[in-house]
């Protein structure tokens, strides 16, 4: 039996398969199966309403999980599945509430990755899939993270080598009628806008659903971490040497003369690698020791929006 064929019997028969997307490693069940979903809660540690999203074989399936579609799902299917791109939209009756966190809409996509899409093409269903790691924590973009993170509690780990968009998904609303972006990613909300040439809101508000992700603090480290502007980062850094704390620092810059010392990881300087770097990043800072994490702040703009939007959450999430 092939490693897809295996991964495929261990999800029909309720167990978890930890598998690659372009975005992030994610922890699959049969979306179908409410024991299974929730053995993802259970590993992950994830609350119960934090509702997951289903990750289908291509859009010929959203009938099966979604009704009401509208045509800017179609649109947007067609131009970005397979891709980073989650849609929000009005639940069949028949999905779980596990998946839903008991809301009535639900989260569907269509992912990039080869693998990802052998096994949705042979499971032939919907398979939930949160990124496969301790809730909170920072998301996995390797196989040997998820094995770190999680252990004995995923049946398989199909390894498809590192993912190569490395955070997750831009989450669209439509089922409300205008779109509204509520969580940024590699798809920005003007392109998006561009597609169905009509207003794209960013932002959640008092009715929104909830969606994976949109929890203050998230993709955190264990270490302190702080968000710091480039024109300030040699100041902050001196002040937390005065105070003798053990710093290391991420930047798209060189390490400055007189720092050689320490531990100065130079990071992307454009905003698709940076993502795609950032997660491996951070595990690797999160493992030296450090008291504190130094981030030098990434530009204010579109491009970086969703890498902004992680590490603020990181930030907000980090420490003991």
């Not at 069940?29 to 999203?53: E, M, Q, T, W, Y």
């Not at 999680?150 to 199909?158: K, N, Q």
């Not at 390894?159 to 998904?169: F, K, L, M, R």
């Not at 300030?232 to 810059?253: F, H, N, T, W």
Request: hydrophobic share 45%; glycine share 8%.
């Amino acid at each position: 039996m092939n490693l897809i064929a295996k991964a495929v019997a261990l999800l029909r028969a309720g167990e978890l398969v930890a598998f690659p997307t372009e975005t992030v490693y994610g922890l699959g069940a049969d979306a179908s199966n409410a024991n299974a979903v929730a053995k993802i809660f259970a590993a992950k540690g994830r609350p119960a309403d934090h509702p997951l999203i289903v990750h289908i074989p291509d859009a010929s399936h959203l009938a099966r999980w979604a009704r009401d579609v509208p045509h800017t799902a179609h649109t947007l299917a067609v131009m970005y599945w397979p891709g980073p791109l989650t849609l929000i939209l009005k639940k069949q009756a028949t999905v779980p509430d596990a998946v839903t966190g008991g809301q009535d809409t639900v989260g569907l996509r269509v992912p990039r990755h080869p693998l990802a899409l052998q096994l949705l093409k042979e499971f032939n269903g919907g398979i939930a899939a949160p990124s496969a790691n301790r809730f909170g924590r920072i998301s996995p973009t390797v196989a040997e993270h998820v094995r770190e993170e999680l252990g004995d509690a995923v049946s398989l780990i199909l390894d498809g080598g590192p993912c190569n968009v490395g955070i997750e998904s831009t989450i669209v609303d439509l089922s409300r009628g205008q779109p509204v972006v509520l969580r940024p990613g590699a798809i920005t909300a003007q392109q998006i806008a561009a597609i169905l040439d009509m207003e794209v809101k960013e932002g959640a508000t008092g009715n929104a659903p909830r969606v994976s992700g949109s929890l203050a603090a998230h993709y955190a480290p264990v270490t302190a971490m702080r968000l710091v502007p480039a024109e300030r980062i040699e100041q902050q850094l001196a002040a937390s040497l005065a105070q003798g704390k053990r710093v290391i620092v991420l930047a798209r810059r060189p390490a400055p003369p007189g720092t050689h010392h320490l531990h100065w990881m130079l990071a992307a300087a454009d905003a698709a690698s940076y993502a795609q770097g950032l997660y491996a990043n951070l595990r690797r800072l999160d493992q030296t020791g450090a008291d504190l994490i130094l981030v030098e702040s990434p530009p204010p703009t579109e491009e970086w929006r969703a890498v902004w939007d992680r590490l603020a959450r990181a930030e907000c999430g980090a420490g003991p």
